[in-house]
């Protein structure tokens, strides 16, 4: 955007030479006002005539969900955001309504819009709403190489409109929302459509449409996280105990602490931090009185729930399955240890990221959407017999590679890796 035209004062420098023809960097803009209020449909009548209103709209369905993170211990969705061209915005409040099986069936064939969609895919599954074609805004834009792909950024950086992002972090289990709040929700949706058709006109400009649709199905299919076994490992400084009966203690007080989360629907480390409960099992205190006198054992419910921490400690001094220090047969361990563990795989991972991190330059796509480091890591501690590119990109698929990934990276990964030997050869060869 260009200044005004005409020559003013404010047009000219110091030498007085105009300045109108020079390009500036436009100020964002700020959402146009909106002319009605916001209301959150929390009914099943508002709720199936917003359904109908849905289905006559046109083109595909910008949808959001915010969930109450940090505040409750369930994930689920509190409030759930759609806007389709022709129709207009449309907030939903998941707990009131219940099923949303009518609404699926009217959308699920459209193309879904979202940012981030692995962050709300399973919310939307839990109230019945799955798509079958996504388009993934933030996807995209990591795709086409932007350093910045939060929706404030990208939304700034393509459309030109500053969105306030101060509510992202609230608990939207609270009730009435604010109308602040409700605006800010409905723009994370209005704005979509919009911003996903430049997104992919830039996709097709950059010769990666097909790259992305390979990326959004795959974010749309992928298989959740299996449970955890021993979830309680999660307990962040859990490893810094080297007793085995103090992580008995803390294994004992993560599961009474989880316990009473899932029962009052409360974020656990709001209850009880897990810096306390790793506090309270390394000092392992002899007595009530002397659990609750302990500083570092914080947090709202340390004190009123003292009971209960007390009978999980005493609990988990009395245990006699003892946790024991295992790693499971297919976790592998952390590459810094490659170096004294499996040299020859060190040696294969960090010519293929030398490789990989090439590679990413060139095509403009960050290195870890390219290839997962995980898939990277795998492959270089098995690789396939004999290295070649063929033999590479077959295990990437195994591995759960795209096809445009094992276009794109077998070849520079398998010639990497007979680098890597060669090297190995030469230097072994030298020394002896």
């Not at 260009?2 to 109108?20: F, H, I, K």
């Not at 805004?137 to 101060?166: D, M, Q």
């Not at 029962?263 to 409960?277: A, F, M, Q, W």
């Amino acid at each position: 955007m260009r200044g005004a035209s005409g020559v003013t004062d404010d047009n000219l420098t110091e030498d007085g030479e105009s300045t109108s023809d020079v390009e500036t960097t436009p100020a964002p803009a700020e959402p146009t006002p909106r002319t009605l209020a916001l209301t959150v449909i929390d009914t099943r009548e508002a709720y199936l005539d917003a359904v109908e209103k849905i289905a006559a709209g046109y083109g595909p369905i910008a949808v959001d969900a915010e969930r109450a993170s940090g505040f409750k211990f369930s994930q689920r969705a509190y409030l759930i955001q759609l806007y389709r061209r022709g129709a207009g915005s449309f907030l939903f409040d998941p707990p009131a309504i219940g099923s949303f099986a009518e609404l699926n069936d009217a959308i699920s064939r459209e193309e879904w819009i979202l940012h981030a969609a692995s962050q709300d895919l399973a919310c939307l599954r839990e109230v019945g709403l799955d798509p079958r074609v996504i388009f993934d805004t933030e996807l995209a834009a990591r795709l086409l190489g932007i350093p910045r792909v939060g929706l404030g950024s990208v939304v700034e950086e393509f459309l030109g409109i500053h969105l306030k992002k101060e509510h992202s972090a609230a608990d939207w289990s609270r009730r009435p929302l604010p109308e602040s709040w409700l605006e800010y929700a409905a723009l994370d949706v209005e704005l979509l459509p919009d911003l996903r058709d430049k997104l992919a006109e830039l996709l097709i400009e950059n010769s990666k449409a097909v790259i992305a649709a390979q990326e959004f199905e795959a974010t749309r299919a992928k298989e959740p996280k299996p449970v955890a076994a021993e979830p309680w490992r999660r307990l962040t400084g859990v490893h810094s105990l080297r007793n085995p009966r103090n992580v008995a203690v803390a294994r004992a007080l993560w599961m009474a602490r989880d316990a009473l989360a899932r029962e009052i629907d409360v974020s656990p480390g709001r209850l009880v931090p897990d810096s306390s409960l790793v506090a309270a099992a390394r000092v392992l205190p002899e007595s009530k009185r002397e659990l609750a006198a302990l500083k570092e054992f914080s947090g709202r419910a340390s004190r009123t729930e003292i009971d209960r921490w007390w009978a999980a400690l005493e609990e988990g001094k009395a245990a006699t399955d003892l946790p024991v220090n295992r790693r499971s047969e297919d976790t592998l361990p952390p590459p810094r240890s490659w170096a004294d563990r499996n040299p020859e795989a060190d040696a294969r991972l960090k010519a293929a990221r030398a490789s990989l991190l090439e590679l990413s330059e060139f095509v403009n796509i960050p290195v870890e959407n390219l290839l997962t480091p995980e898939i990277l890591r795998r492959i270089a501690w098995t690789p396939p017999e004999p290295l070649t590119a063929e033999g590479i990109a077959a295990s990437l698929s195994e591995l759960g590679a795209r096809p445009w990934q094992l276009e794109l990276t077998a070849q520079p990964i398998a010639q990497a890796f007979v680098d890597a030997h060669q090297k190995a050869e030469n230097e072994s060869e030298a020394s002896s």
